[in-house]
């Protein structure tokens, strides 16, 4: 291989990383965020954001900035930053969640929130205690 290949591979390899590292999120930044803007449930909507998005690091995620895989006509959502995402989760939170009295996981269930039979096992399933201080409580016995 000669040494410009070799250089332009390396300035390719390197672009591709500042291309992740600059639009990658920690899972505390979402969580944050996700708890200062008042959604209800903010422990299970975090799972969402984790499983929807592969721990925030998928392809598809770091192209689109879409936490939840919110679609419209079939086509998924693009929004410029993930922070709009979670708002527009919010919005729609408020105007679907109306049932204060409802378990969410049942909500999630009954408005068809994902198609997959076992989502909500799925969403049980995510280990998020380590990120409990973000929320400031424990995390691990929210049924609702």
């Keep these: 291989m000669n040494i410009r290949r070799w250089f332009y591979l390396l300035l390719f390899n390197m672009s591709l990383f500042l291309v992740y590292t600059l639009n990658a999120q920690t899972p505390v930044q979402v ?6 803007v008042g959604i209800l ?4 909507v975090f799972r969402q954001s984790i499983l929807e998005s592969g721990w925030f690091k998928s392809p598809y995620y770091l192209k689109t900035k879409n936490l939840f895989g919110f679609r419209f006509k079939k086509s998924y959502i693009r929004f ?4 709009e995402s979670v708002d527009y989760y919010k919005t729609w939170q408020l ?6 009295d ?3 996981y049942q909500f999630l269930i009954r ?3 994902a198609s997959s039979n076992d989502y909500i096992k799925t969403l049980k399933r995510i280990r998020i205690k380590s990120y409990s201080y973000v929320f400031n409580k424990d ?4 049924s609702k």
Aim: hydrophobic residues 25%.
């Design 102 to 104: 409802e378990d969410y």
């Design 80 to 83: 410029n930053k993930w922070q």
């Design 41 to 44: 449930y903010p422990e299970i």
């Design 139 to 142: 995390i691990e016995h929210d």
């Design 95 to 100: 105007n679907h969640y109306t049932n204060m």
């Design 111 to 113: 408005v068809r929130y």
């Design 31 to 36: 969580a944050s965020y996700i708890d200062s």
